[in-house]
């Protein structure tokens, strides 16, 4: 199948200006434009996006490409029965959200988080002898052992922490000294300072993190979530925030985005918000670029697509 026509979607901007990847997109072979309206979209036979929108099914494409990792906003069932390809962007986020995760941790252990908001209070203050640790000799559990799993492991390690892993079929991991089965969730996470969630949003996954896993944590442990808000229940999280069962939470996804105003993770002091951007990063584009091409290569030689989740 030769794609001959190529929409990008407005509702990239999200991530970066639609343009910047049409243009990267030019000499890839079918003619690239920008799609806003349903009658541009009528004149594609595929669709880079970041959004999911009724009207894709409508158009009747013949493969969607998302720009995110995480698809679970997409109708599986209902693309499939129409015959859409659905491709993610998988694999290309392993480093931003490797560095990301590190950060969190390193905010935690040296108290970068207090100092700052120190600053903006122009208050000098050293912190309570007994706040600061480093991480050497931490330990880490990281739930989800793909791309992303895979790269906060590996920087956890070169920060001298010793680190574990849940995965769905456990097979020995780099940089990862034992990987449980998700059975041993419980056990797993019990020992860890540190518990960084990178899974899917799946059914398995909704809820992983309820109040009963909470209760596993060490009352010094610090929970990371760069998965999905989804596989936390948050209100159970906030309650134990707040009984300071938990140390303390880096959390760049939420149930609801943005982060509505009234929540109270807003203002803990433990706790680090960042706005779904721990896979920022300005090369962003180029990396979707590269799938993309790839795919309409093997759409072309009737090979079969890489990252295709329908
Ligand atoms: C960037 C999203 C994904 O699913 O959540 C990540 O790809 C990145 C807004």
Redo the contacts with the bound molecule.
């Keep these: 199948m030769t794609i001959s026509r190529l929409g990008v979607h407005t509702s990239v901007e ?2 970066f200006p639609p343009a910047v990847l049409r243009d990267a997109l030019t000499d890839a072979g079918p003619t690239v434009r920008i799609v806003e309206t349903d009658d541009e979209l009528a004149a594609c036979d595929a669709l880079v996006t ?1 959004d999911y929108e009724e009207s894709f099914l409508q158009a009747d494409l013949a493969w969607i490409h ?6 679970d906003h997409f109708p599986f069932d209902a693309l499939a029965e129409q015959g859409t390809l659905l491709t ?3 694999g ?2 392993g480093d931003s ?1 490797g560095e990301t995760v590190a950060g969190y941790m390193l905010m935690f252990a040296r108290g970068l988080h207090t100092q700052r908001t120190n600053q903006l209070h122009q208050e000098w203050a050293y912190p309570p002898w007994d706040a600061a640790f480093t991480l050497d000799g931490e330990s880490l559990c990281v739930i989800g052992l793909g791309t992303l799993g895979r790269a906060i492991a590996m920087r956890a390690d070169a920060l001298g922490m010793d680190v574990t892993g849940i995965k769905r079929t456990p097979m020995p991991i780099d940089h990862v000294e034992t990987v449980y089965p998700p059975d041993d969730l419980h056990e797993a996470v019990a020992e860890a300072r540190f518990v960084a969630l990178a899974v ?1 949003l799946t059914d398995r996954t909704t809820g992983l993190i309820g109040e009963s896993e909470l209760r596993m944590l060490r009352d010094d442990a610090y929970l990371i979530n ?3 808000g989804g596989v936390i229940e948050q209100s159970a999280l906030v309650d134990a925030l707040e009984s300071a069962s938990l140390a303390g939470a880096a959390l ?2 939420f149930e609801t985005e943005p982060l509505p105003d009234e929540s109270p993770l807003w203002g803990m002091d433990n706790v680090i918000v960042t706005s ?5 990063n300005r090369e ?1 584009y180029r990396r979707v670029a590269v799938l993309v091409r790839e795919n309409l290569r093997r759409l072309d030689a009737n090979e079969s697509l890489t990252n295709q989740v329908v």
């Design positions: 999200e991530l970041f998302s720009i995110l990792a995480g698809v993610n962007s998988a290309i986020h959200v899917p760069v998965a999905r760049d996804v779904h951007a721990a896979a920022a962003y």
